[in-house]
């Protein structure tokens, strides 16, 4: 069955810092991948997707993100993080089944950032 | 385009009532799809229409849950006889046919129901 782990429930790193958010995924062929934040009471906003070609790929923000298959692997990026990244990602992997496009969401990162 | 409207943005009520959101997908969308994501979770997939036809319902849905898409533009969510356990964030996304690998759904920012 196909699903998604985000091992890292919370992160905290201090503001002009890297990041990395770690995105593991299960799936039987070439997945599309995308990586969404939300912030609190909000919606999702899209950072970033992957549905083929060049395995790195550039989002909004600054934010990119690898595709590694041999990994299973989608662990989005930013070289120095903002005190507005703080927020929720979640990774999710497009799942098409008897033609309905679904999402599978892993259950969250929660980014803090420190002055 | 102002994006998906969802309506309420809160919702509070007592156990037993009946509730309805609303959702507005982007005009253009003929896809509309139904999520609930509860605390400290992922979005969870509910329903699915493709312009008025409901095309997939997740186990997640019980009876107590009925959506509709009358004319393929807004949906509507029921919850009937609500229970605690329905807590949670409800969010509506849209998407247009064939560009959802590509481009991702658009989603809104959620109706959230409190069940007291």
């Known amino acids: 069955a196909q699903s998604v782990t985000q091992p890292d429930i919370h992160i905290t790193v201090s503001e002009g810092a890297s990041l990395e958010l770690r995105c593991n995924y299960s799936?039987?062929?070439?997945?599309?991948l995308f990586w969404y934040v939300q912030s609190p009471g909000q919606g999702l906003q899209l950072l970033l997707k992957?549905?083929?070609?060049?395995?790195l790929v550039q989002g909004i923000k600054g934010f990119e993100a690898e595709f590694k298959r041999s990994q299973s692997s989608f662990n989005l990026r930013k070289p120095s993080v903002h005190w507005s990244d703080a927020a929720e990602y979640f990774c999710?992997?497009?799942?098409?089944?008897?033609?309905?496009?679904?999402?599978?969401f892993g259950t969250g990162t929660r980014l803090k950032v420190l002055a | 385009d102002t994006g998906v409207s969802q309506d309420p943005r809160h919702k509070i009520t007592k156990r037993g009532q009946n509730v309805t959101f609303r959702c507005d997908p982007i005009?253009?969308?003929?896809?509309l799809y139904w999520y609930r994501q509860t605390l400290g979770q992922g979005p969870e997939f509910l329903t699915y229409?493709?312009?008025?036809?409901?095309?997939?319902k997740s186990r997640l849905l019980s009876d107590r849950f009925s959506a509709e898409r009358p004319k393929g533009s807004f949906s509507t969510l029921e919850i009937q006889r609500t229970e605690q356990g329905d807590s949670a964030m409800y969010l509506c996304?849209?998407?247009?046919?064939?560009?959802?690998?590509?481009?991702?759904?658009?989603f809104g920012s959620g109706t959230r129901l409190t069940v007291v």
């Open positions: 799936y039987g062929a070439t997945p599309y």
């Open positions: 996304a849209s998407s247009r046919t064939g560009t959802e690998g590509n481009y991702g759904y658009t």
């Open positions: 229409f493709q312009n008025e036809a409901q095309l997939e």
């Open positions: 992957y549905f083929s070609g060049d395995t």
């Open positions: 005009s253009e969308h003929n896809r």
């Open positions: 999710a992997v497009g799942s098409r089944t008897s033609g309905t496009y679904k999402y599978i």
